[in-house]
Protein backbone atom coordinates (compact mmCIF):
# COMPACT_ATOMS: atom_id res chain seq x y z
CA UNK A 1 0.00 0.00 0.00
CA UNK A 2 2.73 2.20 0.68
CA UNK A 3 4.56 1.86 -2.44
CA UNK A 4 0.68 2.74 -4.26
CA UNK A 5 0.76 6.03 -2.57
CA UNK A 6 4.21 6.72 -3.38
CA UNK A 7 3.58 5.89 -6.71
CA UNK A 8 0.63 8.34 -6.81
CA UNK A 9 2.48 10.99 -5.54
CA UNK A 10 4.90 10.79 -8.07
CA UNK A 11 2.58 10.71 -10.52
CA UNK A 12 0.80 13.83 -9.45
CA UNK A 13 4.14 15.61 -9.29
CA UNK A 14 4.43 14.82 -12.62
CA UNK A 15 1.05 16.23 -13.86
CA UNK A 16 1.71 19.25 -11.45
CA UNK A 17 5.25 19.66 -13.50
CA UNK A 18 3.61 19.10 -17.11
CA UNK A 19 0.81 21.96 -15.85
CA UNK A 20 3.60 23.90 -15.00
CA UNK A 21 5.33 23.60 -18.38
CA UNK A 22 2.30 23.73 -20.25
CA UNK A 23 0.93 27.13 -18.52
CA UNK A 24 4.69 28.40 -19.00
CA UNK A 25 4.37 28.67 -22.27
CA UNK A 26 0.98 29.04 -23.27
CA UNK A 27 0.58 32.84 -23.65
CA UNK A 28 -2.01 34.45 -21.14
CA UNK A 29 -2.13 31.40 -19.16
CA UNK A 30 1.13 31.25 -16.86
CA UNK A 31 2.18 34.79 -17.18
CA UNK A 32 -0.26 37.44 -18.20
CA UNK A 33 1.20 40.23 -19.61
CA UNK A 34 -0.53 43.68 -19.78
CA UNK A 35 1.67 46.57 -20.95
CA UNK A 36 4.91 46.09 -18.79
CA UNK A 37 3.27 44.22 -15.74
CA UNK A 38 3.53 40.50 -15.76
CA UNK A 39 1.47 39.02 -13.37
CA UNK A 40 2.14 34.85 -13.24
CA UNK A 41 -0.30 32.42 -11.97
CA UNK A 42 2.25 29.31 -11.73
CA UNK A 43 2.97 30.46 -7.92
CA UNK A 44 -0.80 28.92 -7.32
CA UNK A 45 0.26 25.52 -9.18
CA UNK A 46 3.31 25.44 -7.22
CA UNK A 47 1.76 26.31 -3.82
CA UNK A 48 -1.67 23.57 -4.48
CA UNK A 49 0.99 20.91 -5.43
CA UNK A 50 3.24 21.57 -1.81
CA UNK A 51 -0.19 21.65 -0.22
CA UNK A 52 -1.18 18.07 -1.68
CA UNK A 53 1.88 16.38 -1.74
CA UNK A 54 4.32 18.18 0.56
CA UNK A 55 7.48 20.15 1.35
CA UNK A 56 9.60 18.08 -0.67
CA UNK A 57 7.64 18.18 -4.05
CA UNK A 58 6.82 21.47 -3.58
CA UNK A 59 10.99 22.22 -3.80
CA UNK A 60 10.59 20.24 -6.91
CA UNK A 61 7.70 21.94 -8.44
CA UNK A 62 9.42 25.14 -7.19
CA UNK A 63 12.41 23.66 -8.93
CA UNK A 64 10.37 23.25 -12.43
CA UNK A 65 8.97 26.60 -12.67
CA UNK A 66 11.65 27.90 -12.26
CA UNK A 67 13.47 26.14 -15.09
CA UNK A 68 10.63 26.69 -17.38
CA UNK A 69 11.34 30.76 -16.12
CA UNK A 70 14.91 30.49 -17.16
CA UNK A 71 13.85 29.12 -20.30
CA UNK A 72 11.18 31.55 -20.95
CA UNK A 73 13.70 34.15 -20.57
CA UNK A 74 16.19 32.87 -23.00
CA UNK A 75 13.19 32.45 -25.15
CA UNK A 76 12.28 36.15 -24.81
CA UNK A 77 15.83 38.01 -24.26
CA UNK A 78 14.34 38.80 -20.72
CA UNK A 79 18.28 39.06 -19.42
CA UNK A 80 17.63 39.53 -15.49
CA UNK A 81 15.54 36.28 -15.38
CA UNK A 82 18.40 34.58 -17.25
CA UNK A 83 20.29 34.81 -13.87
CA UNK A 84 19.24 31.26 -11.83
CA UNK A 85 19.42 33.48 -8.78
CA UNK A 86 16.58 35.52 -9.96
CA UNK A 87 14.28 32.52 -11.70
CA UNK A 88 15.10 29.40 -10.14
CA UNK A 89 16.19 29.23 -6.62
CA UNK A 90 13.80 31.93 -5.24
CA UNK A 91 10.92 29.54 -7.40
CA UNK A 92 12.21 25.96 -5.27
CA UNK A 93 11.86 27.94 -2.00
CA UNK A 94 8.22 29.15 -2.61
CA UNK A 95 7.30 25.63 -3.03
CA UNK A 96 9.43 24.40 0.38
CA UNK A 97 7.84 27.54 2.28
CA UNK A 98 3.95 26.83 1.29
CA UNK A 99 4.76 23.15 2.31
CA UNK A 100 6.08 23.78 5.66
CA UNK A 101 3.90 26.43 6.33
CA UNK A 102 0.93 24.08 5.82
CA UNK A 103 2.68 20.79 7.21
CA UNK A 104 3.40 23.28 10.20
CA UNK A 105 -0.37 24.56 10.15
CA UNK A 106 -2.05 21.21 10.09
CA UNK A 107 -0.31 19.67 13.24
CA UNK A 108 -2.26 23.04 15.24
CA UNK A 109 -6.07 23.53 15.48
CA UNK A 110 -5.62 26.06 12.39
CA UNK A 111 -8.80 25.11 9.92
CA UNK A 112 -8.04 24.12 6.62
CA UNK A 113 -9.22 26.84 4.77
CA UNK A 114 -6.51 29.00 6.83
CA UNK A 115 -4.28 26.87 6.65
CA UNK A 116 -4.14 26.66 3.33
CA UNK A 117 -4.95 30.74 2.78
CA UNK A 118 -1.33 31.19 4.87
CA UNK A 119 -0.04 28.37 3.07
CA UNK A 120 -0.69 30.10 -0.71
CA UNK A 121 0.25 34.16 1.29
CA UNK A 122 3.63 32.65 2.58
CA UNK A 123 4.52 30.97 -0.69
CA UNK A 124 3.53 33.89 -2.83
CA UNK A 125 5.21 36.54 -0.33
CA UNK A 126 8.66 34.67 -0.76
CA UNK A 127 8.06 34.69 -4.48
CA UNK A 128 7.93 38.13 -4.54
CA UNK A 129 10.41 39.20 -1.87
CA UNK A 130 12.84 36.90 -3.14
CA UNK A 131 12.60 37.47 -7.09
CA UNK A 132 13.07 40.96 -6.22
CA UNK A 133 15.59 41.04 -3.72
CA UNK A 134 17.64 39.38 -6.48
CA UNK A 135 16.43 41.55 -8.69
CA UNK A 136 17.73 44.21 -7.05
CA UNK A 137 21.16 42.60 -5.76
CA UNK A 138 21.94 41.63 -9.32
CA UNK A 139 21.40 44.70 -10.67
CA UNK A 140 18.77 43.27 -12.91
CA UNK A 141 16.27 46.62 -12.69
CA UNK A 142 18.55 48.68 -14.31
CA UNK A 143 19.15 45.97 -17.42
CA UNK A 144 14.92 45.44 -17.75
CA UNK A 145 14.37 49.33 -17.51
CA UNK A 146 17.51 50.84 -18.22
CA UNK A 147 18.80 54.62 -16.85
CA UNK A 148 14.72 55.02 -16.54
CA UNK A 149 15.14 52.70 -13.71
CA UNK A 150 16.77 55.47 -11.12
CA UNK A 151 14.49 58.35 -12.38
CA UNK A 152 11.23 55.94 -12.24
CA UNK A 153 11.73 54.21 -8.98
CA UNK A 154 8.74 54.74 -7.25
CA UNK A 155 6.45 54.59 -10.53
CA UNK A 156 8.35 51.11 -10.69
CA UNK A 157 7.82 50.18 -7.05
CA UNK A 158 3.96 51.10 -7.42
CA UNK A 159 3.80 48.75 -10.81
CA UNK A 160 5.50 46.08 -8.62
CA UNK A 161 3.75 46.32 -5.36
CA UNK A 162 -0.17 46.14 -7.82
CA UNK A 163 1.58 42.69 -9.71
CA UNK A 164 2.45 41.38 -6.52
CA UNK A 165 -0.76 42.62 -4.60
CA UNK A 166 -2.73 40.58 -7.83
CA UNK A 167 -0.85 37.22 -7.04
CA UNK A 168 -1.22 37.53 -3.67
CA UNK A 169 -5.08 37.95 -3.86
CA UNK A 170 -5.25 35.37 -6.65
CA UNK A 171 -2.96 32.65 -4.45
CA UNK A 172 -5.07 33.18 -1.31
CA UNK A 173 -8.28 32.77 -2.87
CA UNK A 174 -7.67 29.98 -5.52
CA UNK A 175 -5.41 27.85 -3.44
CA UNK A 176 -8.04 27.05 -0.66
CA UNK A 177 -10.53 27.21 -3.09
CA UNK A 178 -8.88 23.72 -5.41
CA UNK A 179 -7.85 21.74 -2.61
CA UNK A 180 -10.77 22.49 -0.60
CA UNK A 181 -13.10 21.03 -4.07
CA UNK A 182 -10.51 17.82 -4.62
CA UNK A 183 -9.62 17.18 -1.04
CA UNK A 184 -11.84 13.97 -0.86
CA UNK A 185 -10.10 12.49 -4.38
CA UNK A 186 -6.41 13.34 -2.93
CA UNK A 187 -7.28 12.03 0.54
CA UNK A 188 -7.97 8.83 0.08
CA UNK A 189 -4.86 8.12 -2.57
CA UNK A 190 -2.16 10.00 -0.69
Do not use: D
Not at 5 to 28: E, S, W
Not at 72 to 86: K, M, W, Y
Not at 117 to 136: I, M
Request: aromatic letters at 8%; glycine letters at 8%.
Amino acid sequence: MKEKKKLIRLVLCALFAALTVVMTFTPYLGYITVGIIEITTLHVVVILGATILGPKYGAILGGVWGLTCVMRAFQFGIIPFQNPLVSLVPRIIVGLVAGLVFYALSKTKCKKPISLALSAFAGTLTNTVLVLSALKISGGFETLFGEAAKTLEVIIATLISTNGLIELISAVVVVPAIYLATEKFFKNKI
